[in-house]
Each structure stands twice: as C-alpha cells, then as structure tokens.
C-alpha cells in the first residue's frame, strides 16, 4: 500500500515526462542506404497528398511527403517502397531509378478494407453478414471513458449510458433489440479472447467490430445477444512515438427544477395538504419568523439551492504515449495511459484515476512460425460517498435545510416536516465517510502460427484474464444539529458506526484456442476452410467483511477496531468447451458461400442437457460482376442472405443444483434450533436457449462511389427462454425454478447511407442511419409476468406498460359523482381514470396496456458529417432514439413525496378552479392523497431524443513546418460533447432516464475539451 500511496503521488506531468523517456529509449532499427530516391505522390485528380507514408519493404526506414507531396529517401539498389494514406489504396513500387512518382487511387468504398469476422478477417468486399464496423481513430479527441460509450449511433446497436459517476460511467449494449427475459448483453471479445471492453484504454484500440447476424454464430453458445469483437492497435510503418493529451469541463445536461424559494415551497406544501382536507405544516407565524429571520441569519433561516450547493464543474484530463514500428519481420507497440477525473459532486467521493499500459508485438521466428504476445492492463481506482444514494438525498433537500451552522456542524431544520425526522444533510454525507474501489485487471495473451504442409495454417492462442479488485469502505459516527436550538440528531446509529467494510473480488478467467486454416485457389473456385476447438475456465473468489467498536472517526484500520460484525465468501467455477469451423466459397469474385458451425458444452446446464449444435449459412452474389450488368452508374451491388442458430446460458451458476440455504432456524421440543433448509427449487433438465436468425440485405455504390448506401432486413426469434418459473406457495412454499419457458420475437430493418466527395480542398463525408426494431413476446406458457408498472405477456412487447387509463382532469363535482368510483377522496382537479371494464369502479382490473417497451425503443438513428480543408477538419455526430417512453415516479417526479420537495411547475401549471385547462392536476403530496399518482397514462413521458453527441473542430500544422523539426504530424483539437439535446421530455435528462422509475442518478455530462495529438 505504502508502494501505490507514493505512486499515485506522482504528478501526471513527470510520470508522463518518464513514460516517454522510456518509450524514446527503445532502439530503433536503421540500415544503411545507398541511392537517393524522390518523387511526389498524388491523387488520381492530380491533387498532391500531403502525409503519406513511404516505407522501405523489409525495413523499418521511412518518410513522409510534404505539403506539395514531395519526398526524398536513401534506399538500397533493387528496394520495393510501400505508399500508403489513409482513405486510399496502398501501392507498392520497385525502384528503378532516381524519381519514383505515385498516384494512389481512393478508397471510398473501403471494399479492400480488412474486418474481423470471428476467428479471423475478410475482405469487406466478400462478407455475406451483416457487419458494422466502428475505427476508433474517428473517435480520436472524445472524451471516451468507456470503450462501450463508443458505440452511440451505430447501426442496428442501441447504446444508453444512464450514469456518469466516474469509474462506473458505462454504456448497456443492445443489438438489434431484446431477445430475452434474462441477460440481453452481447459477448465482447477483445483480439479473439472473452474480456470487458471497458477495462481497455479507448486509445489502445484499432476497430470494434459488431456481428449482427448468423456471421455471429461461430460463437454460439454465447451468440444469441450479439458479438463485439474488438481489436486492438498494432505497430505499422516506421518507427515513430505518438502522444496524446486533452483537458476538459463538465456539468450535468439536465438537473430537476427544484423549489428553491423556502416561503413559495412551505405555502405550496401548505396548500397541498389543504387540498387533501388536512391542516397545513408550517403555521403562519412560522412563515412569518422565516421570511423575517431570512434577512438577518441565513444559518437559522436559509434559502438552499441544493444543486447549486452540492454541484460543481467536473474536471477531465488524459495522456497517452505509445511507440510502434513494423518491419516485414516484426511489429510492435507499447503503450501507456493516464486518465484523471473529478466530478461533479462536492466531496471526495465521486473522482476516478486510471493507469493503463498495451503491448502488442510479433515477429517471424522462422519462415514458418510467427509468435506474439499481447498484454492490455489495467490499475484503476475511484471513489464513492460510503453511502452511496447521494443523488437520492439531493432528490430529498428542501430549500429550508440548514447546510452548516455558523460553527460549521452539519445542519437540520427547527421546522417540523412530515417524512423528515432524520434529515439527510448532502454536504455531511459527501465528506464524510468513503467507498474506494482499486482494481488491477491484466489480460495477457501468448500466440504462435504455425505454416504447415499444404497451405494449412495452424494458430493457437492462450489467454490469462486476471482480476483483483478491493473496496473498502469507512464511515464515522453522523450527527446533525438544530440551527435554532442546537440539538443533535444521530444521523447513523452510534451502535453501527463509526464501522468499516471490506469486499475483495479475485477472478482468473483463462482462455484457450486452437484452429487449423486452410485456402487454396482453382482457377475461378477460391476454397477457405477452418476448424478450432476452445476452452474457457473462469473461477471467482468473493469475500466481505466489518469491523465495528471504532473510538472515532479518526483511525479506519481493520484492527482499530474492537467488534466483528460479519463475514461471508463465495467461490465459483464456470467451464464452457467449444468445436467450431468455418468453410467459405467464392466463384471468380460473383458468388459467395460460407457455412459454419460450433458445438458447445457449458457447466451451467443440466447434464443431459449442456451440449448444443449451433450452424449457420450465408451467402452473397456480386451482380456488379456479372456481364448482362452493365451500368455506368451503379458500381458495386451485392445481395446478401444468412440464417443461424444461437445460444443463451444466461443462468446464475449452480442452477440445476437445489441449493441449502444456513440460517433456516427451527422449534423442537420448544427450543429454537439452528438449521438449513432448501428455499428454491431446481431443474436439473435446464437446456440452452436457442435464438435462431434470419437476414437479407443488400450492398449498393453508385455515382462513381461517391454514395453507399446498405439495407438489411432481420427477424430474431427466441426459444426456450431461461427464466423463473413460479410455482403456488403450497407447494412448500419454495421460490419457481429456473426453466427453459418462453418465446420472444424480433423483427426489424437498418438503412446506412453514406456520401463521399471532394471539391478541389474540401473533402466531404455525410452519414447516416437508421433501424427499427419490433419486440414481441410470442410465448409465456400463458403466465403474466408483472413488474413495477409494467407487464410482460403474449402479443406484447418485454416490459410493456400496465397503468390506468387517464381522460383527463376532473372539473367538477358534478363530473365526480356521474363517474365511476375510484376513492372517497375524489374531486374536481383529480385525475380521471377509464373504467375499462365497466364495473362503476377503478381499481387495478382497468389498468391497459401501452403498446409500448419501457427498455427497448423502436427506432435508433444516427447521423454526422466529416470536413476537411487543407489542414482543417470538422466533424459531428448526432445519436437519437424513438419510439420510447419513460415513466419517472417518487421524488421531484411527483410533488412532496414522503417529505421531498416539489418542482417549480406545481407552482405555475397546477389545476385550481381559477386555472381549470392546467396542464397538472390539483397540488397535492404524492403520499398522503395517492389518488392522482397512481401509475397511468397521464404521468407517462415520450422519452424520444435527439442528441448532439460530439462536434469537434480540429487543426493539422502544415507539413512543411513539421519536417524542419522531425516531426510527423501535430494536431490541435476542440471538442463539446453532449453540447445539444432535442427532446420532448424536460424534468431530466431523457438518457439517464431511460429505463428508470426515478431521478436519482448521477446524471449526463456535458464536456468541453482540448488538446494535442503529436507523431514524431
């Protein structure tokens, strides 16, 4: 501990200053020359390329051209330069003179582009899948703390990120909707082995790939939510150092409009309570002592802005320094990373730090064999209040909460308020008592290909995934204090606290392949085969622990303490075995065939059951190709279909085991008696679930390639659900077992254009998507399942709202009496509800449903632009959703619940005879008068959005300048995200609320940052 107390004292700029000493001291290979050679690189249209790369084949010599295009380099008699560029196809050029001049012609429609397909890479010409492809270095200069918070916009992929709390600000991934009633994440594997791609810095990474389709089910058992396949950098071209930096503000998008006013919230609760036939709270001459005292003493008497109190600007910065090269032989790439953040909350308890370091090198030990190792790290730790509903207390303040007294104890209120016998004090909450999180998390890799006699290719690749993770927690004894009469109130019990916590998570996964690859080519009959098996084995270790009897808050060690209060461990195994291969056919470039299959067995089945076949077929026809086609304008056509097969385990483990819970005390002979007793039930039949997928789609270029646009059409159906099954409480009153009961459909269409052009300096780029997606739920075995407001049954979709039916607001007492019955408390200002079923009564059988899911949207879209003039670039992006609604409930989303304060609307837009076409009902306190916040129709919010995700402006200094000085490339950069929000919905911000019955959450940032991108 004394080791990481003293690093993390380090300062960002000197650890930095020695990351690069070090990088810089790695030897770089030069060899000698003997010809000068020059020339200039062009495009077709005669325009010069400035920044290309030219590299001497075999070494890891190099240039790059000017800012007329022009280059100079010393090469060896007989050498072969290699010119690449971004966005244009690579060349390679035999020297046979003094001037070597090349034009490299566009990529546009990156059909030469390389994806990864599971197992390994295509050309994106020749896949017969629906793939989507996302390069990370057009995310270069985001604030992207989390690799999943990449993924916004993607086609076909909903990505919602409801939290920004530093160290747990990740998105939840959904592709192409929800096929199930249990877990809904895809698998992420990072180069070929299972890992988060959250534990990876964003600026190690090449490509994330997503299979949305049966090109997915190479992975099978694991397949049927999707798979991301992420992969990270490797070093290319000439030796060169990269650094990176860029430094940022943030604040919350949206914040509720809280009552900040003390006399407009106590007359409104008074009102409120009168309105529900009952005295008001705060007396007049209470009102008057406050509005008076509020002149003279604001500690006895204060007017709290609780978000303005408890919120400042985050503050966001990072670095990252990295070496790389490549030779015909070898390549490497080391790279280090430091990530800072504090956030928006006051206190210590919301701030993030992160160290990571990425090495990915290789090199030809002989003419047949190739061996690597990868390594992707990291040392992470944040901070979080030791109780950790900080958004919740803000939800809770009052403007007549005392923050601190003149003395500087934590504050109450001399006014008694219903619901509030215990106040929660924010500031006293925020400082004191602490959660730390420290994390290491290392994955590391070895990999070796092997050529074998007849074009067979054997790899093999054995991963380590180690995770430790501490979080200790301490909190002291709380009180607050009467700013009028200075009483203490105990805030945490004296017999619970000052108390310390400690939970330890160790996890070693460990990951192992091997395949055989096989191609050949016959004349116009291109041949590809591959077979592999897998094994992955993951074993966990939890164990938790406190200590109680501490003097005070002072000392937090464990032994400080004097009473034990618990401890618990859990250990668990979960082991998946894998077969799987792949055969591909292509005739002469036209038509397009592959077929794979994988047969899995996984511990968390039952015994006859764990073993599963999973295949799919795909095939693609190049209509471009064909010689009845002929057109000047259509360039590319390609028409592609797929069906597959694929599998869920999504059970906890052990789940075909009955499990003996301790604890289960009994009577005998008139004592109680300690004992165990089996409290659920078990199906030791339990099976996969099996999702099977359908897609057709289509590939067109037109216009020179200047537009590509990309169709898909896609039905999921999902079969043999996991999930628990209810059984009656006679039945030994055990909880259902889990069980294979259930069928969900998916149907749904994606549409991706895109524009390239360039006119004479300006390079544009216009994109655009868009997909819909309806969710079904084809089969419970007739069971409903009921949640919190919402439903899951047949013909409906997973979550669906279930709420009574509002027409409206009573306006009279005539319009109550001649209505059916729905409380004794009814009158004019109240909601009215539909009496569906026409008994005279409402009640919970009126309740209907909304055809619409609280958790899957129907419509994702995206949208952006990318301009570049000479050195200049501007880019954009926009993410959206719709088809969506939201049902927030309790604090701040209903007035005065349970002793929380009310949003300035009830002020302004309540109904009051006066102010009979008000858009709220009546003001009442959402606990003592629930008759108009019962769940309905009327409190459900359209929760469809549109969000400028990311604007950045960028500056590359001309070459020219640059090569005075050896340097590469310098780039300057600024950048908002989240600067924009169109939406319907305004208590909150429509992304955190997203799925949520509430606004306690930390919310969506806006940041605005800058910074520098250096190659040398």
């Keep these: 501990m004394k080791l990481f107390s003293r690093f993390h004292g380090i300062q960002p700029a000197l650890f930095l200053l020695c990351c690069i000493w070090m990088l810089c001291a790695i030897p770089m290979q030069i060899q000698a020359q003997d010809r000068p050679v020059s020339g200039k690189t062009t495009a077709v249209n005669g325009t010069p390329l400035i920044g290309v790369n030219i590299q001497i084949a075999g070494t890891s010599q190099g240039t790059v051209s000017d800012i007329n295009g022009a280059y100079k380099l010393n090469v060896p008699a007989g050498a072969t330069l290699k010119f690449s560029f971004i966005g244009y196809l690579s060349k390679d050029v035999k020297v046979a003179g003094n001037t070597v001049n090349v034009t490299l012609e566009e990529d546009v429609q990156k059909l030469n582009d390389v994806v990864v397909v599971g197992y390994g890479t295509q050309k994106k010409a020749t896949l017969t899948g629906a793939i989507t492809t996302v390069k990370m270095s057009d995310k270069a200069g985001q604030p992207i703390t989390n690799v999943s918070n990449a993924l916004h916009g993607v086609p076909g992929v909903f990505a919602t990120q409801s939290n920004s709390q530093p160290g747990v600000d990740r998105s939840t991934i959904r592709i192409r909707g929800v096929g199930t009633l249990s877990n809904n994440d895809p698998l992420v594997l990072v180069d070929g082995i299972e890992y988060s791609m959250d534990e990876l810095n964003p600026n190690d990474i090449e490509t994330i790939t997503v299979l949305k389709d049966a090109a997915a089910s190479i992975y099978g058992s694991r397949a049927a939510n999707g798979v991301i396949i992420v992969t990270t950098k490797k070093g290319r071209g000439t030796a060169h150092v990269n650094y990176s930096y860029y430094y940022g503000k943030q604040k919350a998008t949206y914040l509720p409009d809280a009552i900040n006013d003390p006399i407009a919230y106590m007359k409104l609760k008074n009102q409120a309570l009168l309105n529900e036939g009952k005295a008001q709270e705060y007396s007049d001459a209470d009102i008057a002592e406050y509005q008076e005292g509020m002149k003279t003493d604001p500690f006895t008497y204060p007017a709290n802005d609780w978000y303005k109190i408890a919120l400042k600007n985050g503050v966001i910065q990072k670095h990252d320094v990295s070496v790389a090269g490549s030779g015909d032989k070898y390549q490497y790439?080391?790279?280090?990373?430091?990530?800072?953040?504090?956030?928006?909350?006051?206190?210590?308890?919301?701030?993030?730090?992160?160290?990571?370091?990425?090495?990915?090198?290789?090199?030809?030990?002989t003419k047949r064999l190739r061996?690597?190792?990868?390594?992707?790290?990291?040392?992470?730790?944040?901070?979080?209040?030791?109780?950790?509903?900080?958004?919740?207390?803000?939800?809770?303040?009052?403007?007549?909460?005392?923050?601190?007294?003149?003395?500087?104890?934590?504050?109450?209120?001399?006014?008694?308020?219903?619901?509030?016998?215990?106040?929660?004090?924010?500031?006293?909450?925020?400082?004191?008592?602490?959660?730390?999180?420290?994390?290491?998390?290392?994955?590391?890799?070895?990999?070796?290909?092997?050529?074998?006699?007849?074009?067979?290719?054997?790899?093999?690749?054995?991963?380590?995934?180690?995770?430790?993770?501490?979080?200790?927690?301490?909190?002291?004894?709380?009180?607050?204090?009467?700013?009028?009469?200075?009483?203490?109130?105990?805030?945490?019990?004296?017999?619970?606290?000052?108390?310390?916590?400690?939970?330890?998570?160790?996890?070693?996964?460990?990951?192992?392949?091997?395949?055989?690859?096989?191609?050949?080519?016959?004349?116009?009959?291109?041949?590809?085969?591959?077979?592999?098996?897998?094994?992955d084995n993951l074993d966990s270790d939890t164990w938790a622990t406190s200590m109680y009897g501490y003097l005070d808050g002072t000392l937090d060690a464990f032994n400080a303490g004097t009473t034990w209060n618990a401890t618990s461990g859990n250990m668990t195994r979960d082991v998946l075995e894998s077969y799987f291969g792949r055969a591909n056919y292509d005739y002469d470039g036209k038509y397009y065939l592959e077929a794979t299959f994988r047969y899995d067995g996984s511990s968390r089945l039952g015994k006859q059951s764990r073993w599963a076949f999973f295949p799919s077929v795909s095939a693609a026809w190049r209509i471009d190709k064909e010689s009845f086609f002929q057109s000047e304008f259509i360039t590319f056509l390609k028409l592609r279909?797929?069906?597959?097969?694929?599998?869920?385990?999504?059970?906890?483990?052990?789940?075909?085991?009955?499990?003996?819970?301790?604890?289960?005390?009994?009577?005998?002979?008139?004592?109680?008696?300690?004992?165990?007793?089996?409290?659920?039930d078990a199906d030791s039949s339990l099976r996969w679930e099996i999702m099977n997928t359908y897609n057709v789609g289509a590939d067109i270029n037109v216009w020179k390639n200047r537009i590509g646009l990309t169709v898909d059409a896609y039905q999921k159906v999902t079969n043999g659900i996991l999930r628990p099954v209810n059984i009656p409480a006679q039945v030994g009153n055990l909880a259902g077992p889990k069980q294979n009961v259930g069928s969900v459909k998916n149907i749904g269409m994606e549409a991706t254009l895109q524009y390239n052009d360039k006119f004479g300096d300006l390079d544009v780029n216009v994109f655009g998507n868009i997909g819909f997606n309806k969710n079904e739920v084809t089969d419970l075995n007739g069971e409903i399942i009921y949640g919190s407001g919402t439903i899951t049954r047949e013909g409906y979709p997973i979550d669906a709202y279930y709420l009574l039916q509002a027409e409206g607001i009573f306006q009279t007492q005539d319009e109550v009496n001649h209505s059916a019955k729905q409380s004794a408390n009814t009158k004019p200002g109240y909601i009215k509800f539909k009496d569906v079923n026409k008994d005279g009564i409402i009640n919970g059988d009126d309740r209907v449903i909304v055809n619409s899911s609280s958790s899957v949207p129907t419509t994702t879209f995206g949208f952006g632009f990318n301009l570049g003039y000479k050195g200049f670039s501007l880019t954009s992006s926009f993410q959206g959703i719709g088809g969506v609604k939201a049902l927030p409930t309790a604090n701040l989303a209903y007035p005065f619940n349970n002793g929380a304060n009310a949003t300035w609307e009830w002020t302004r837009d309540a109904w009051t005879p006066e102010n009979p076409n008000a858009r709220l009902p009546i003001v009442t306190t959402s606990t003592g008068s629930i008759d108009n916040f019962q769940r309905s129709t009327f409190w459900l919010r359209n929760n469809s959005y549109l969000r400028l995700k990311s604007i950045q402006l960028g500056y590359s200094l001309p070459q020219n300048l640059l090569s005075k000085v050896k340097i590469q490339k310098v780039q300057l950069f600024i950048n908002a995200e989240n600067l924009l929000t169109f939406s319907r919905y305004k208590d909150f911000d429509p992304e955190s609320v997203f799925n949520q019955t509430d606004l306690y959450t930390y919310p969506m940032l806006k940041t605005f940052n800058g910074g520098i991108n250096v190659t040398f």
């Design 371 to 535: 061996t690597g190792i990868t390594l992707d790290g990291y040392y992470r730790n944040y901070t979080q209040p030791f109780y950790t509903d900080s958004w919740t207390y803000l939800a809770r303040t009052l403007p007549i909460l005392t923050d601190t007294l003149a003395d500087g104890r934590y504050g109450n209120s001399w006014l008694r308020t219903a619901g509030r016998n215990n106040w929660e004090n924010p500031r006293m909450l925020a400082y004191n008592g602490l959660q730390t999180k420290v994390v290491q998390r290392f994955l590391t890799t070895v990999f070796a290909e092997y050529k074998l006699p007849f074009d067979i290719t054997y790899n093999i690749k054995f991963g380590v995934d180690k995770y430790d993770g501490l979080l200790s927690g301490f909190t002291p004894r709380m009180q607050t204090f009467d700013p009028k009469t200075g009483k203490a109130t105990n805030w945490n019990s004296p017999a619970t606290a000052p108390r310390a916590a400690k939970t330890d998570y160790n996890n070693l996964n460990i990951h192992f392949y091997n395949t055989l690859d096989w191609k050949k080519t016959i004349a116009k009959h291109n041949i590809s085969a591959m077979v592999g098996a897998s094994y």
């Design 641 to 680: 279909a797929s069906a597959g097969k694929m599998g869920n385990q999504a059970v906890e483990l052990y789940s075909t085991q009955p499990s003996v819970i301790l604890g289960e005390d009994y009577s005998f002979g008139g004592t109680l008696n300690s004992g165990a007793a089996k409290t659920a």
């Design 333 to 365: 790439r080391l790279s280090l990373g430091y990530l800072d953040r504090d956030g928006i909350l006051f206190g210590p308890g919301n701030h993030e730090k992160k160290y990571s370091v990425g090495l990915n090198a290789s090199m030809d030990v």
